[in-house]
């Protein structure tokens, strides 16, 4: 878009176009002298950066995170474990005590002393506790059934 032409008599004219060319001049030369002088001011200005930059950097002890334009970042997640559900059972009567642990080792044993068996063969284990008769019913691996006394 063209400015409108003014008219304008031929003295103006001289003198708009003198303005016009000094206010040029001056405006070429102040780019040259305001950058000298922005040069001298960031020499001046360096050490006291420095000193300023040395004092936050203990501060400025954050992690950045590098982001890639266009894509999120992938993150894995691990499965998701089921919580185990630890029990415990315990079995009290007449002044005694059997954890299912106790119970178990002497029914692994009944396994490899009494019925002549390989521990590694051993593939299950159901015990029956009846406190009345002092005595644990098993069925080992499905086959092998039996007693024994606690």
Same mark, same amino acid.
């Given at each position: 878009?063209?400015?409108?032409?003014?008219? &304008?008599?031929?003295?103006?004219?001289?003198? %708009?176009? =003198?303005?016009?060319?000094?206010? %040029?001049?001056?405006?070429?030369?102040?780019?040259?002298?305001?950058?000298? $002088?922005?040069?001298?001011?960031?020499?001046?200005? $360096?050490?006291?950066?420095? =000193?300023?930059?040395?004092?936050?950097?203990?501060?400025?002890?954050? $992690?950045?995170?590098?982001? &890639?334009?266009?894509?999120?970042?992938? %993150?894995?997640?691990?499965?998701?474990?089921?919580?185990?559900?630890? &029990?415990?059972?315990?079995?009290?009567?007449?002044?005694?005590?059997?954890?299912?642990?106790?119970?178990?080792?002497?029914?692994?044993?009944?396994?490899?002393?009494?019925?002549?068996?390989?521990?590694?063969?051993?593939?299950?284990?159901?015990?029956?506790?009846?406190?009345?008769?002092?005595?644990?019913?098993? %069925?080992?691996?499905?086959?092998?059934?039996?007693?024994?006394?606690?």
């Amino acid at each position: 878009m063209a400015p409108a032409k003014k008219t &304008t008599t031929k003295p103006e004219a001289k003198a %708009v176009e =003198a303005a016009v060319k000094t206010i %040029v001049q001056k405006a070429e030369e102040k780019p040259a002298v305001k950058a000298e $002088e922005k040069a001298a001011e960031v020499k001046a200005a $360096e050490p006291v950066r420095k =000193a300023e930059e040395t004092a936050k950097k203990p501060e400025a002890k954050k $992690e950045t995170v590098k982001k &890639t334009p266009g894509r999120k970042p992938s %993150v894995k997640k691990a499965p998701a474990k089921k919580a185990e559900l630890k &029990t415990s059972v315990c079995v009290q009567f007449s002044g005694k005590s059997y954890s299912e642990e106790d119970l178990v080792k002497i029914a692994r044993d009944v396994w490899k002393y009494d019925l002549k068996q390989k521990l590694g063969d051993l593939t299950s284990i159901e015990l029956y506790v009846k406190p009345e008769e002092n005595m644990v019913y098993y %069925v080992m691996n499905k086959d092998f059934a039996g007693n024994f006394y606690i």
